[in-house]
Nanobody, 119 residues
Framework: QVQLVESGGGLVQPGGSLRLSCVASGSTFSYYHMSWYRRAPGKERELVATIRAAGGSTNYADSVKGRFSVSRDNAKNTVFLQMNSLKPEDTAVYYC????????????WGQGTQVTVSS
């Protein structure tokens, strides 16, 4: 069982930056692939970025490539999402998720953090 708590959301102007954090507890963090998803009003949930457990390779949605960066600090049980050059269409609730690398059916979610990009 993994508990995930996101933070760092807020209101930012277009072109600005935010850094989201997700702290995990309850299990061995380094065994989990960590992902960020988002859900905008009226839209389906979208996978934004993933960082794998071993090696730390990353993947990004086309809509955020070159602007967002995902990283992890296994010593602090934390995954980050650095968001630069934010656009109004990035407005959404952002969720952190954890998938066990040996048991991919075990997926855990945080409660979400609101990001609003508006002037």
């Amino acid at each position: 069982q993994v508990q995930l708590v996101e933070s760092g959301g807020g209101l930012v102007q277009p072109g600005g930056s935010l850094r989201l954090s997700c702290v995990a507890s309850g299990s061995t963090f380094s065994y989990y692939h960590m992902s960020w998803y988002r859900r905008a009003p009226g839209k389906e949930r979208e996978l934004v970025a993933t960082i794998r457990a071993a090696g730390g390779s990353t993947n990004y949605a086309d809509s955020v490539k070159g602007r967002f960066s995902v990283s992890r600090d296994n010593a602090k049980n934390t995954v980050f999402l650095q968001m630069n050059s934010l656009k109004p269409e990035d407005t959404a609730v952002y969720y952190c998720s954890a998938t066990h690398s040996f048991a991919p059916s075990n997926i855990y979610w945080g409660q979400g953090t609101q990001v609003t990009v508006s002037s």
